[in-house]
Each structure stands twice: as C-alpha cells, then as structure tokens.
Nanobody, 123 residues
C-alpha cells in the first residue's frame, strides 16, 4: 500500500519560514513533487525533485525562497519555505510518480498524492 504522509504546515507571519515533510512508503518513484491549491484557484506546481541524481525544479513564483530536498534513507522529501508571502497561502500536496523531466510540473504526471497540509501566511 502506497502512502505519502505530509507534515509541517501551519500559520506563519509574512517573512517567516516553514518546512514541510513528506514521507513515502509502499514503492519507489522516480520523482516527488509539491503542488498547492488556494481557494478558488487551480492546483499549481511548486517544486519537484528526482531521487536519482537529485535534479530539482521550481515554479518561478518560489525560486530563491523555497528549497526542495530529499533524504533517501528515510524516503522523505522536504520543502523548506522561506520569506513566505500571503500569496503562498494554500493547501500543499505532496505527489509521487514517474514524470518526464520536461513535464515535471504537470500534476497529471503524478500517480500518488498526500492528504494535503494547510499553509497560511498572515500579512
């Protein structure tokens, strides 16, 4: 049984930081990603990382502020979020699959999803 268990969301003031974690179990994947969805908006890509080689990808809106990393031994992926802005407020979802590098930002390329964790940034 595949499970993606997220943790680390919460309420933070603008300019603050949070770190999200996603622990995977049940099978292996080539990549894991983070997506987010704000009320009334479509799900959008945030960041992704490949287990082998560690290639990373980011949405333009988070480049320089967010960092995705992995711990292979723990099968866990992290999203360090710094200099948070109110527009970062959303439910953040961890995803896993085998996306091609050219379409790593497409949510339909991911097969498994976590339950989501709320991130709220106050102004």
């Amino acid at each position: 049984q595949v499970q993606l268990v997220e943790s680390g969301g919460g309420l933070v003031q603008a300019g603050g930081s949070l770190r999200l974690s996603c622990a995977a179990s049940g099978r292996t994947f080539s990549a894991m990603g983070w997506f987010r969805q704000a009320p009334g908006k479509e799900r959008e890509f945030v960041a992704a990382i490949y287990w082998n080689g560690g290639s990373t990808y980011y949405a333009d809106s988070v480049k320089g502020r967010f960092t995705i990393s992995r711990d292979n031994a723990k099968n866990t992926v992290y999203l360090q979020m710094n200099v948070l802005k109110p527009e970062d407020t959303a439910v953040y979802y961890c995803a896993a699959g085998w996306p091609d590098h050219t379409i790593v930002n497409v949510f339909t390329e991911y097969v498994y999803w976590g339950q989501g964790t709320q991130v709220t940034v106050s102004s």
